[in-house]
T-cell receptor
Framework: SQQGEEDPQALSIQEGENATMNCSYK?????LQWYRQNSGRGLVHLILIRSNEREKHSGRLRVTLDTSKKSSSLLITASRAADTASYFCATDRGGSARQLTFGSGTQLTVLP | NAGVTQTPKFRVLKTGQSMTLLCAQD?????MYWYRQDPGMGLRLIHYSVGEGTTAKGEVPDGYNVSRLKKQNFLLGLESAAPSQTSVYFC??????????????FGDGTRLSIL
């Protein structure tokens, strides 16, 4: 079963605008990760936020985590056409699970 | 540095045929994973390995077998392919986790169609 659910499923914006994607999950987690997938390619890790962190930045990426609401958001600022891709959140429940559970993804299209 | 390499990239099988997907990583990672990705869904874990000679079941293991005879290779086998196994298969690898889960590194996938 899917641990994470992304919202929206698809997002289309103009170059230069900000893009926000949300992820909700069901159980307690050790950390949450965001991945990007270009068409026809594998996933690439973007950023990891631990359960005791509330916000994290990496370049044009900003991730927030609200463990009380079991939700996370990924903000991409000043988007570029090259940001067009699918974005997935993945939760790590820690312990002996040793695996990531992926959401269904958000398809982001940035129009030039 | 090639990272994670999957072979083949595309394959078409008939129902009942068998095949093996190969994953090779050159990063000396301890952990390796096989996922499948279906339209409108995220990745689902099939099997994984925490070291050479070890394997474990993931979320959707039925119909698949795996082997990790060498640290750098992780093989996924379909003994009798079924149309429901039509999917894109991704292999990933990572270091042994210490304070958290390091990022998984992914191959570019194998697109498998079962007729």
């Amino acid at each position: 079963s899917q641990q994470g659910e992304e919202d929206p499923q698809a997002l289309s914006i103009q170059e230069g605008e900000n893009a926000t994607m949300n992820c909700s999950y069901k159980t307690s987690i050790n950390n949450l990760q965001w991945y990007r997938q270009n068409s026809g390619r594998g996933l690439v890790h973007l950023i990891l936020i631990r359960s005791n962190e509330r916000e994290k930045h990496s370049g044009r990426l900003r991730v927030t985590l609200d463990t009380s609401k079991k939700s996370s958001s990924l903000l991409i600022t000043a988007s570029r056409a090259a940001d067009t891709a699918s974005y997935f959140c993945a939760t790590d429940r820690g312990g002996s699970a040793r695996q990531l559970t992926f959401g269904s993804g958000t398809q982001l299209t940035v129009l030039p | 540095n090639a990272g994670v390499t999957q072979t083949p990239k595309f394959r078409v099988l008939k129902t009942g045929q068998s095949m093996t997907l190969l994953c090779a990583q050159d990063m000396n990672h301890e952990y390796m994973y096989w996922y499948r990705q279906d339209p409108g869904m995220g990745l689902r874990l099939i099997h994984y390995s925490v070291g050479e000679g070890t394997t474990a079941k993931g979320e959707v293991p039925d119909g698949y077998n795996v082997s990790r005879l060498k640290k750098q290779n992780f093989l996924l086998g379909l003994e009798s392919a079924a149309p429901s196994q039509t999917s894109v298969y991704f292999c990933a690898s990572s270091y042994f986790p210490d304070r958290g889960r390091p990022p998984q590194h992914f191959g570019d996938g194998t697109r498998l169609s079962i007729l």
